[in-house]
């Protein structure tokens, strides 16, 4: 199993450009989730999704939107980039939401808006 | 809803002194606990948690955690770090039923010879 994957590793952006950050798994998870990741910030919550067609906002998810058409994928989608995203992004998924169930991270992907 | 603090941002150790990582927690419900670790430029990926049970955890390299009630909190502790040990470990929680994962802001471990 590849586990969760992320493309690109890396980019820039110019002010009011547009991108899509993809995120794979092939655990047949459930349920996945996109965070962000800023210096002494920890992980905030972007959007999370409980299945096919169903998502749901974190704590963050102004300024981004996700969609969730297959088990597999997750992209997330800036639509106008402004330097407050410059983070790192993070994917994840899990089997389960409630309990305990560990959340299986992917690299993430170092986003630059100028 | 649940919030952790990590009150270190960063703890300086000598390979194989002991160390611990401090993590504090506020919940009203009952919670699961986690410490995820992050090496340089990798995602995270889960060190250890705490279900229920038995109040000391262990992972399969050394580290433990200790969850204490009463003291809401859930400590990372080794007693004898490895210079690949450098990373930041983030504490997070979790309440019982349709809950988040809320995470804490990290401590950075840095271990030098």
């Known amino acids: 199993n590849a586990g969760v994957t992320q493309t690109p590793k890396f980019r820039i952006l110019k002010i009011g450009q547009s991108m899509t950050l993809q995120c794979t798994q092939d655990?047949?998870?459930?349920?996945m989730y996109w965070y962000r990741q800023d210096p002494g910030m920890g992980l905030k919550l972007i959007y999370y999704?409980?299945?096919?067609?169903?998502?749901d906002k974190g704590e963050v998810p102004n300024g981004y939107n996700v969609s969730r058409s297959t088990t597999e994928d997750f992209p997330l989608r800036l639509e106008l980039a402004a330097p407050s995203q410059t983070s790192v992004y993070f994917c994840?998924?899990?089997?389960?939401?409630?309990?305990?169930?560990?959340?299986?991270f992917g690299p993430g992907t170092r986003l630059t808006v100028l | 809803a649940q919030s952790v603090t990590q009150l270190d941002s960063q703890v300086p150790v000598f390979e194989e002194a002991p160390v611990e990582l401090r993590c504090n927690y506020s919940?009203?419900?009952?919670?699961?606990l986690f410490w995820y670790v992050q090496y340089p430029n990798q995602g995270l990926q889960l060190l250890l948690k705490?279900?229920?049970?038995?109040?000391l955890v262990e992972s399969i390299n050394g580290f433990e955690a200790e969850f204490n009630k009463s003291q809401t909190s859930f400590h990372l502790r080794k007693p004898s770090v490895h210079i690949s040990d450098t990373a930041e470990y983030f504490c997070?929680?979790?309440?019982?039923?349709?809950?988040?994962?809320?995470f804490g802001t990290g401590t950075r471990l840095l271990v030098s010879p």
């Open positions: 655990m047949n998870h459930n349920y």
């Open positions: 919940s009203s419900v009952s919670v699961y």
């Open positions: 994840a998924s899990s089997q389960d939401f409630g309990g305990a169930d560990t959340q299986y």
């Open positions: 997070a929680v979790k309440g019982e039923g349709f809950q988040k994962l809320v």
């Open positions: 999704s409980v299945g096919a067609g169903i998502t």
């Open positions: 705490y279900l229920s049970g038995s109040t």
